[in-house]
């Protein structure tokens, strides 16, 4: 598979919490500019998104950022070249453990959960507390409140948006993988090693992966030879994939990956 970032093809890595329709303003900005976008979901959420929420499956609380890791894998590896790797949240930490694993071709990182090592800032522990404190939480999915999606996942989005976005896109969340980003189970990363281009996304009033864990992941993948840039976007929550100035977000990510070919 060619490694080339020059290539075509760009894998969309959705987060915690959402559906692969989450992407759909990336994917058709994209598109638009003659990329082949894939955008696969997690395990168990190939489903009726009704379903989802009435029936997650027995193994879904537990289910792991490895084995995340895994089913990217498989379908990354089968593609016939290697694709430009695009993650949000925890979905960019699922991308930092592809790149690590030497999948894809380059990565950009949206708002991503922290990698082995890393320790959250007070915010972003504050925004995570409500899921790791559960009894057992490990083991059972994690549904994010209407409250808290406002307040902490979109809170710079219109409430309109807010509001119809929590209603079609919002799904629960294995509880494990909250656990094993908290306390650096499964997560680290031969960061000196990388040899993918990597540019890591921040975003301002982010409050559940907030710029100060961004920085510090930026901080800890500048270790690699390979080019490793930062970006941060003013004015814009956890959410800046698909709220109002995503288009800034989706146009920095096509430039900066379109400039590793000149």
């Known amino acids: 598979m060619?490694?080339?970032?020059?290539?075509?093809?760009?894998?969309?890595?959705?987060?915690?919490?959402?559906?692969?329709?989450?992407?759909?303003?990336?994917?058709?900005?994209f598109e638009a500019h003659g990329y082949n976008v894939i955008v696969p979901t997690w395990p168990y959420l190939d489903r009726p998104i009704e379903e989802i929420r009435k029936n997650p499956g027995d193994d879904f609380g537990s289910l792991s950022l490895q084995k995340i890791a895994d089913h990217y894998e498989e379908i990354i590896r089968a593609l016939p070249e290697a694709p430009l790797l695009i993650g949000h949240s925890m979905g960019g930490l699922v991308t930092q453990i592809l790149l690590d694993r030497g999948v894809g071709a380059a990565g950009v990182i949206i708002d991503s959960a922290p990698i082995g090592g890393i320790v959250a800032d007070f915010r972003s522990l504050a925004s995570a507390l409500p899921i790791i404190l559960r009894p057992s939480g490990w083991k059972k999915p994690f549904v994010l409140t209407?409250?808290?999606?406002?307040e902490n996942f979109a809170n710079t989005a219109p409430k309109e948006q807010r509001d119809a976005d929590y209603a079609r896109e919002v799904i629960p969340a294995p509880g494990r993988i909250f656990y094993e980003a908290a306390f650096s189970i499964g997560t680290f990363v031969d960061a000196k090693n990388r040899k993918q281009p990597l540019l890591v996304i921040a975003g301002e009033k982010d409050r559940t992966t907030a710029p100060a864990l961004v920085r510090s992941i930026?901080?800890?993948?500048?270790?690699?030879?390979?080019?490793?840039?930062?970006?941060?976007?003013?004015g814009v929550s956890h959410y800046l994939?698909?709220?109002?100035?995503?288009?800034?977000?989706?146009?920095?990510?096509?430039?900066?990956?379109?400039?590793?070919?000149?």
Do not use: C
Not at 241 to 262: M, R, T
């Open 2 to 29: 060619n490694a080339s970032p020059n290539k075509k093809t760009v894998v969309l890595v959705h987060g915690a919490w959402m559906t692969p329709t989450s992407w759909n303003p990336f994917k058709e900005y």
């Open 146 to 150: 209407k409250e808290a999606f406002d």
């Open 218 to 234: 930026f901080k800890k993948q500048s270790k690699s030879k390979a080019r490793t840039d930062y970006l941060s976007f003013d």
């Open 241 to 262: 994939v698909a709220e109002p100035g995503w288009q800034k977000v989706a146009e920095a990510s096509l430039n900066w990956a379109d400039h590793l070919n000149s």
